[in-house]
């Protein structure tokens, strides 16, 4: 096992610090402990693959409904502790659920419980900004009660999916004297490149036309760099996409459409194991963006990176069918993060 990957511990006179104090952890999401989608082994043998894998500081999954002994059991086997985990929520509807899983966490070892909330309350209407803030502040209450702490992630399906809408919850979050806590998932954003569907389905067509929103991460004041210099980021999911697709060829939902394009393979799949051609520079905006937030947090003695997951996954609109190993591809991209924060250190 690497441990944890390495940063300062003060800062030093070139302002990235020195080299050889726990600094962020790295986690593999739970979903992708497998190898073939559709086919989990046993949460022992998850635990176990992870761990020996030696790349990995910790399991990314919450105790799931009816399982939370296994997990706890397989967590102390291994000494390889759950911290991080997320789960989904409907305004009006889950503030109970979100509660006992806010304590969950708390009581399984967890340090950081992410909240995706859908777009929609309960009741049918769109969320509003003071909406999505209230449950914010409410959520923060409940994790400090028990000792943890939340972050809200930018996602498609859920209020975020218009990234507009990010810094001007984080503003109004900011106002109350409370931090705000962000997820960084950079696929979600680099999907939309280069797709007029993707983008309409957030509403966010004519800001991209216009200039008013920028996606590129290699064109000036685009919205991931702003982000990153906001240094509001606590965790940092890490999965490739292609701009533009492909959509997952191999998914289809109940009205018959594809899966959506969250997903590409980080290495070359094998003959056989993608259902498109794979193209290496594809998987570049993503490592670039990955690139950016290791400099940040190198430079930045006071960044507040604290989790860093693999999130090569096995849902409809990500790996779901898929041939090649979703935990090789996991495994490789946890490498090449270390290798990749051992070259900040000299840049």
Same mark, same amino acid.
């Given at each position: 096992?690497?441990?944890?990957?390495?940063?300062?511990?003060?800062?030093?006179?070139?302002?990235?610090?020195?080299?050889?104090?726990?600094?962020?952890?790295?986690?593999?999401?739970?979903?992708?402990?497998?190898?073939?989608?559709?086919?989990?082994?046993?949460?022992?043998?998850?635990?176990?693959?992870?761990?020996?894998?030696?790349?990995?500081?910790?399991?990314?999954?919450?105790?799931?409904?009816?399982?939370?002994?296994?997990?706890?059991?397989?967590?102390?086997?291994?000494?390889?502790?759950?911290?991080?985990?997320?789960?989904?929520?409907?305004?009006?509807?889950?503030?109970?659920?979100?509660?006992?899983?806010?304590?969950?966490?708390?009581?399984?070892?967890?340090?950081?419980?992410?909240?995706?909330?859908?777009?929609?309350?309960?009741?049918?209407?769109?969320?509003?900004?003071?909406?999505?803030?209230?449950?914010?502040?409410?959520?923060?209450?409940?994790?400090?009660?028990?000792?943890?702490?939340?972050?809200?992630?930018?996602?498609?399906?859920?209020?975020?999916?218009?990234?507009? +809408?990010?810094?001007?919850?984080?503003?109004?979050?900011?106002?109350?004297?409370?931090?705000?806590?962000?997820?960084?998932?950079?696929?979600?954003?680099?999907?939309?490149?280069?797709?007029?569907?993707?983008?309409?389905?957030?509403?966010?067509?004519?800001?991209?036309?216009?200039?008013?929103?920028?996606?590129?991460?290699?064109?000036?004041?685009?919205?991931?760099?702003?982000?990153?210099?906001?240094?509001?980021?606590?965790?940092?999911?890490?999965?490739?996409?292609?701009?533009?697709?492909?959509?997952?060829?191999?998914?289809?939902?109940?009205?018959?459409?594809?899966?959506?394009?969250?997903?590409?393979?980080?290495?070359?799949?094998?003959?056989?194991?993608?259902?498109?051609?794979?193209?290496?520079?594809?998987?570049?905006?993503?490592?670039?963006?990955?690139?950016?937030?290791?400099?940040?947090?190198? +430079?930045?003695?006071?960044?507040?990176?604290?989790?860093?997951?693999?999130?090569?996954?096995?849902?409809?609109?990500?790996?779901?069918?898929?041939?090649?190993?979703?935990?090789?591809?996991?495994?490789?991209?946890?490498?090449?993060?270390?290798?990749?924060?051992?070259?900040?250190?000299?840049?």
């Amino acid at each position: 096992m690497n441990g944890p990957v390495n940063a300062r511990s003060s800062p030093s006179s070139d302002g990235r610090g020195d080299v050889g104090s726990p600094s962020f952890l790295l986690g593999c999401n739970g979903r992708g402990a497998q190898h073939l989608p559709g086919n989990p082994p046993p949460i022992d043998e998850q635990f176990r693959m992870v761990k020996e894998s030696g790349v990995f500081d910790y399991f990314d999954r919450m105790p799931q409904p009816g399982q939370e002994k296994e997990y706890i059991t397989a967590a102390a086997r291994y000494d390889l502790p759950m911290i991080t985990g997320l789960w989904t929520y409907t305004m009006g509807k889950d503030e109970a659920l979100l509660k006992n899983n806010l304590s969950l966490t708390s009581e399984s070892g967890g340090q950081c419980h992410n909240i995706m909330l859908f777009s929609q309350h309960a009741d049918g209407h769109q969320l509003s900004n003071q909406e999505v803030v209230d449950f914010y502040l409410a959520a923060y209450d409940l994790a400090q009660q028990v000792g943890i702490e939340i972050t809200f992630e930018v996602h498609i399906n859920m209020w975020s999916e218009d990234f507009r +809408r990010v810094n001007a919850v984080a503003d109004m979050v900011g106002s109350h004297g409370i931090p705000f806590n962000f997820l960084l998932d950079h696929s979600h954003v680099l999907l939309k490149l280069d797709s007029a569907e993707e983008q309409r389905r957030s509403g966010i067509e004519a800001a991209v036309a216009s200039g008013e929103l920028i996606l590129d991460p290699f064109e000036p004041d685009n919205i991931i760099d702003d982000w990153i210099a906001r240094n509001m980021t606590v965790w940092h999911s890490v999965r490739p996409v292609a701009p533009g697709g492909p959509k997952n060829l191999w998914a289809t939902d109940e009205h018959g459409n594809f899966g959506r394009a969250c997903q590409y393979p980080f290495h070359r799949p094998r003959p056989g194991e993608f259902h498109s051609e794979w193209q290496a520079y594809k998987v570049e905006p993503c490592k670039a963006v990955v690139r950016r937030v290791l400099a940040h947090h190198r +430079r930045d003695p006071g960044s507040r990176l604290k989790y860093v997951t693999t999130e090569i996954i096995d849902l409809i609109d990500y790996g779901m069918n898929a041939r090649y190993s979703l935990f090789e591809q996991s495994v490789a991209i946890a490498q090449w993060i270390r290798d990749e924060w051992e070259k900040t250190a000299t840049n």
